[in-house]
């Protein structure tokens, strides 16, 4: 990212990562734990492929930034 001042839109995608990458930590954490036994196991998978999700997400809006 340049030393320039970023743009509204742009800011937004910069705020939109961080609050992101806050979720996406979170999740990851609680991923780290193991398997409750209060969510079984269609909703375990879910919460992993969520993750995967957030990370390809993630990993766009890094590459949007790059471009600023």
């Known amino acids: 990212m340049s030393n320039k001042e970023l743009q509204p839109h742009q800011q937004r995608v910069v705020d939109e990562k961080d609050q992101l990458k806050e979720r996406r930590d979170k999740l ?14 269609k909703n375990w ?16 809006l890094n590459s949007r930034i790059e471009l600023f």
Not at 28 to 41: C, H, N, T
Not at 46 to 57: I, P, R, T, V
């Open 28 to 41: 990851i954490d609680f991923l780290q734990k193991g398997q409750p036994s209060f969510i079984d196991d």
């Open 45 to 60: 998978a879910l919460l992993n492929e969520q993750c995967d999700a957030m990370n390809w997400y993630y990993t766009i």
